[in-house]
């Protein structure tokens, strides 16, 4: 006898296919109508007891798509990760990401494709292509402060406190890439406003899942916390006991443990206190390797004022029973980890320590002391590198969470644009990009390789047009081809501004966020047009029958 619960439907071919787009398409329409600074509003209900949320923020409508049929909730799901990846990889262009999946998926449904595999390589060489050009006819690197609020501005749809506070974040730090922002909620009624502070991020996440704090976000989110820095990897648990066991004797706020490695039962331990035992106990690994992450401690233990609790110079437990006391720990202000990075913000180090460690790196590079200049001038730069954190605010709850999807889409938008450049916008640089992208001929014999290959190319050609189109419906203007037809009369290409109804410089977005877009909706489209088979769990099932084997 076969247990009931596990049973399953089965559908294939053109049938599963259609399915899959039907959902992707119901997500896609549900998004598309916030593209744009004509783009409307979507109100989700967040709870059985009628809790709303109104957004204009696309991954923020996508989330909270999930459909009855269940094929079709297969596409939606695949179609919504169009949208998480985009929004993860450049911050930014999960609209446009949507837009473009859903016109490749319109298109290839009017055709007859017998080798999708061929037919997949062509959207991808198409989408390489597009934005090869893109870089090579259009792209230019952000030169201005004026360049970052034009990108904020967009990006926020036009929302200029929001532009106008990036803008500052900027101003105060300098243009460059390696600039971190930080997001916060204000204390503050109704005003959002920028904070600098002392502190660096490095690309190591947490060690465990289990350690976040904030679910909905998945990461851990600490203020004024206590930390112990081990130059060394923690061998298990028990060799942190009675340090844990002293350190909650005297005080009960946070404590972070920061160490080489988590050797044995040594996260567990941790994972387990903190969710079982409601302790506030957190664990991160230093950044690097080998002697690097000895001396990253060394500079941490400086800009916290804490001790570098070692073997090899004593400070560290090295017998049963012997701890680490807690007037060993440094201080931080803040601490945010991630899956991938971790931002740790400073306020507690003594000034004149800090200037004599930055003076004894200096010296070093000066005297060629350092093997690792590169990693030298990386340390001091972490030694005085600022962290700017905007506190975002609103009249209500809703309209303070609906301004930190911008915040947050704007932020991304700009760190996307200081990293690979800038382009005209408003869907204008995906479109005339196509007039010097050649389409590949297709053979004249349709059992050809080569002519779904053809096919898949010339798709993703035709789709992207169809963020600009969707612009300017959304925006209900009819002048889109009048549009087209004079962007380039001034000898370089110009953005329209729908809003002011005339052409503009000031109206670009991120190549990155394009090409992300690009590639991120071939990838899905590849895997949807390539399923034959979907198979889910069967709905509805009769509890009291059960079925013979």
Known sequence: MQDINLTKDILSGKEIRAKLINGANKVANAVKSTLGPMGRNVILELNKYGDSRITK?????????????????LGAQLLKKVSLKSAKDAGDGTTTSTVLAQSILTIADTLEIRNVHKFKEGMEAAAHDVIENIKLSYKKDIETIEDIYNVALISSNQDKEIAGLIQECYEKLGINKDVIINLDNSNCYNKSFVDIAKGFQYDKGLPSPYLVNNTRKMELNLEDCNIFLFDFEIPDFDYLIPTITEYFKATKEPLVIMAQGFGGDSLDGITQNKNKNNLPIYAVECPGYGSRRSLFIQ?????????????????????????????????????????????????????????????????????????????????????TSGIAIIHVGGTTELESKEAYDRFEDAVGAVRSALQEGIVPGGGITLHKVLDITIPIESPEDNLDPKFDFALGYKTVLCACKAPIQQIFENAADPTLNQVLETCEESGKLRAYDLVNRCFTDNLIDPVKVLRCALENAVSVCGLILSTDVGIVYRKNLDVNSEIQM
């Open 57 to 73: 923020d696309g991954v923020s409508v996508a989330k909270e798509i999930f459909l009855e049929d269940k094929y079709e909730n």
């Open 299 to 383: 500079d941490l233990a400086v800009l916290t004022n804490g001790v570098v609790l070692s073997k090899e110079t004593g400070t560290a437990p090295s017998r049963p029973g012997e701890y680490a006391s807690v007037d060993q720990t440094g201080k931080l202000k803040s601490l945010v980890s991630n899956q991938f990075t971790t931002t740790l913000t400073f306020g507690y180090g003594n000034d004149d320590k800090i200037k004599e460690q930055i003076e004894m790196i200096q010296h070093s590079i000066d005297k060629n002391m350092e093997f690792d200049v590169a990693e030298a001038e990386r340390r001091i730069a972490n030694l």
